[in-house]
């Protein structure tokens, strides 16, 4: 038995000394976690049973605490070697989307090194991504999970510790975990990670000091979207967004691209929230995108577009760099809810076919230039987008041909991880496939 397998069953743990009883009885030496505590200890039944969910197998114990003294670094072990390595060349790419000082990728491994909850973090995210490109073994991943989990866990009732930008930056990387497990379907359920919403809301408001918090922060509120969108819902009541500069004053590349994602998760609010729904809160959404869009840097015009040929589907669009694409993909998903839940639609009467007709060919062009960006770039982040529009509006697609093209784009993100094997099914369902064909 390797030594993996023997931390991996290690959990279970039942702290007897010298051996716990499983590793005695199993012959193993008993391998522990370092015996460090946290600075402030608490009680985690205080905890809200909707926002995390303790693992069953991970029993009572002293917690390590935040932060060490000898950092790991540079580190000994090959397997958690290649994990950070992944972990830099493969997913901080897809958090540093919007950051050109790229804090995933050149700031975080290195707090990591005397930060354990990031550490596992890191690892576990990189662990599930292999276990989904490459075959690794997945109870790698559900490891180093819980492991950072039973870090974290007590820390959601310590008011400085949900101040610390790293174990944000924890929770945003387990979050990422999550993307890569939950299935691309609004009916999938999202698991234990609602955590991250506390540490958000903890430093929304110091967020515009910038560094790694507000990377965190801008990278949370995108997979907040992301599961939004996914699920019909609003995004989280805790996220306040009063300090985003939402202004359409000249900016920068990213704050520009941020500034549509912010309008995106306000659209969510209208479309899917408790406030108002007024057709005037409405045109006000619509008018933003439309000002956005007018006003947008030269940079995110693309240097390339194409239209579609007659055996073509989707429009080749080259965009100037990953921050105007995420900035322009954000645009149309925020189209694509805005057309969708438009109350200029007509509920009875002549015209509401017509109307109805409307709003889907310009939900479903939005999505076949969603799909355009994402296939002409062949940037990751952007076939998540791409999925994301195809699992909302892909059921408005009739043509045979034009949903066998939609399938090769969900193919595209699950060759890159992403868990697209429901949408598949649901959508080959509604668009009245033979059951032969579902598979």
């Known amino acids: 038995m390797g030594a993996q397998e023997q931390t991996y069953r290690h959990l279970k743990c039942d702290e007897h000394r010298p051996k716990c009883s499983r590793c005695e009885k199993r012959e193993l030496e008993c391998i522990r976690g370092v015996n460090i505590r946290f600075r402030h200890e ?18 009572p114990q002293v917690p390590p605490q935040i932060y060490i003294e000898n950092p790991q670094w540079p580190l000994r072990d090959l397997e958690q070697a290649k994990l950070m390595r992944h972990y830099i060349d493969n997913i901080a790419p897809f958090l540093d989307l919007c950051d ?19 550490l596992n973090a890191i690892f576990a995210a990189s662990a599930r991504h292999l276990s989904r ?4 073994e997945a ?12 870090s974290l866990i007590p820390l959601l009732n310590d008011s400085a510790a949900l101040k610390d930008e790293n ?7 387990l979050r990422q975990h999550e993307e890569f497990e939950s299935p691309h379907s609004g009916t999938g359920a999202q698991s234990h990670l609602l955590g991250t919403h506390i540490f958000m809301g903890a430093q929304e408001r110091s967020a515009v000091s910038g560094g790694l918090r507000r990377a965190a922060f801008w990278v949370g509120l995108r997979m907040e979207l992301f599961f939004a969108f996914l699920n019909s819902r609003s995004i989280h009541p805790s ?7 939402r202004s359409l004053d000249p900016a920068d590349d990213c704050k520009w691209a941020n500034r549509m994602v912010a309008h995106c998760a306000e659209a969510l609010r209208y479309c899917f929230g408790d406030g108002e729904h007024s057709v005037g809160k409405y045109m006000d959404l619509v008018q933003y995108c439309s000002d956005w869009m007018a006003y947008k840097p030269p940079s995110f015009t693309p240097i390339y577009y194409k239209v579609p040929a007659d055996d073509e589907l989707f ?13 322009m993909l954000h645009y149309r ?5 805005l057309t969708a839940h438009s109350p200029k639609i007509p509920r009875l009467g002549p015209g509401q076919r017509a109307a109805l007709h409307e709003a889907d060919e310009e939900i479903k062009n939005d999505v076949l230039t969603i799909c355009g960006i994402a296939q002409s770039n062949e940037c990751p982040p952007y076939f998540v987008k791409a999925c994301m529009a195809i699992t909302l509006a892909g059921d408005k697609f009739t043509v045979r041909r034009e949903q066998e093209a939609l399938l090769r784009v969900m193919q595209r993100g699950s060759e890159l991880a992403w868990p697209t094997m429901t949408t598949v099914r649901d959508l080959k369902k509604a668009w009245g496939w033979q059951e032969e064909s579902l598979d």
């Open 42 to 59: 608490l009680n985690p039944r205080n905890l809200q049973a909707d926002i995390l969910d303790v693992p069953a197998d991970v029993p």
């Open 100 to 118: 050109l000082k790229r804090h995933f990728a050149l700031v975080v491994p290195h707090r990591a090194a005397s930060c354990p909850p990031l």
């Open 133 to 136: 490109v490459a075959g690794a």
């Open 139 to 150: 109870w790698i991943a559900d490891n180093y999970h819980s492991e950072c989990l039973t």
């Open 167 to 173: 174990l944000l930056a924890a929770m945003i990387i």
């Open 239 to 245: 996220l306040e967004l009063c300090n985003v500069d």
């Open 315 to 327: 429009p080749e669009i080259w965009m100037n760099g990953q921050v105007a694409g995420t900035g």
């Open 333 to 337: 998903l925020t189209k694509i809810l």
